[in-house]
T-cell receptor, first 113, second 111 residues
Framework: DAGITQSPRHKVTETGTPVTLRCHQT?????MYWYRQDPGHGLRLIHY???????DKGEVSDGYSVSRSKTEDFLLTLESATSSQTSVYFC????????????FGQGTRLTVV | GENVEQHPSTLSVQEGDSAVIKCTYS??????FPWYKQELGKRPQLIID?????GEKKDQRIAVTLNKTAKHFSLHITETQPEDSAVYFC??????????FGSGTQLTVLP
């Protein structure tokens, strides 16, 4: 498996609190992505990054922000967590080449109560 | 639009039979079509992919076909085995920035 580590693996938080999920990669992949996985919806793109300090929104970006200050780290922040953000979050990376495999982290299960 | 429609959402087959999962899309610019397998509690992993300049690709028991004119692509698994049971996702991209996934197919191979 590619060296992609997500932390934490599990988290329970209260509504209204900020939450930050971390994705760390050792592959020197240029592209990084955050997806959420929900039953019946597959994997939906939240935000992505194509380099340090270069990020863009995906299809479900409302309520989320990201930062990428180093190639190896991509942070996802829920500014004020809501119950609708209860989900499994996956980070992924891909090489700096068009049409290449995306490698996924192990996932983070987030529960907002 | 940018979405990918995937069918069926669930599929049960007898061991040894074939399984086919189909995805359709609407934008003409997409040029890369991967398939991912996700076992229960695990991360998605690439099993096969195809580019727009190819109509079919095969890897042992797995094959993918692409019809760019009709804008659909399919995953074919032959001689299914219990370890093929998983959720399968199709995806597409027109560049590495926008990998869009289908909603997934739960494949169950019955012994």
């Amino acid at each position: 498996d590619a060296g992609i580590t997500q932390s934490p693996r599990h988290k329970v938080t209260e509504t209204g609190t900020p939450v930050t999920l971390r994705c760390h990669q050792t592959e020197n992949h240029r592209y990084m992505y955050w997806y959420r996985q929900d039953p019946g919806h597959g994997l939906r793109l939240i935000h992505y990054s194509y380099g340090v300090k270069d990020t863009d929104k995906g299809e479900v970006s409302d309520g989320y922000s990201v930062s990428r200050s180093k190639t190896e780290d991509f942070l996802l922040t829920l500014e004020s967590a809501t119950s609708s953000q209860t989900s499994v979050y996956f980070c992924a990376t891909s090489l700096d080449r068009e049409g290449t495999e995306a490698f996924f982290g192990q996932g983070t299960r987030l529960t907002v109560v | 639009g940018e979405n990918v429609e995937q069918h069926p959402s669930t599929l049960s087959v007898q061991e040894g039979d074939s399984a086919v999962i189909k995805c359709t899309y609407s934008d003409s610019a997409s040029n890369y079509f991967p398939w991912y397998k996700q076992e229960l509690g695990k991360r998605p992993q690439l099993i096969i992919d195809i580019r727009s300049n190819v109509g079919e690709k095969k890897d042992q028991r797995i094959a993918v076909t692409l019809n760019k004119t009709a804008k659909h692509f399919s995953l074919h698994i032959t001689e299914t085995q219990p370890e093929d049971s998983a959720v399968y996702f199709c995806a597409k991209s027109k560049d590495r920035r926008q990998l869009t996934f289908g909603s997934g197919t739960q494949l169950t191979v019955l012994p």
